[in-house]
């Protein structure tokens, strides 16, 4: 049992870069990478088809790409 609406670290900030980073919170799969203003971003890591995690993908510019059908995602989680 997890407390919600409280915060968890995730990462130290150096953790953080330009290449997808995947962690396990509260049993949620989370990815997390820096845009190109260097601002972190985390969203779900699962693709919406197929479920894939998208921390085995790419990092273009500010989106994340979905390795297995590459579809693209941005900050919001939007694909």
Known sequence: MFLEDYWYCAALPHEVTGKPLRRVIC???????????????????????RQAPLSTGEVCDDNIQCSYHGFVFDKTGSC
């Open 27 to 49: 049993n949620e799969p989370i990815v997390f990478y820096r845009d190109t203003k260097g601002n972190p971003v985390a969203i779900e890591d699962r693709c919406s088809h």
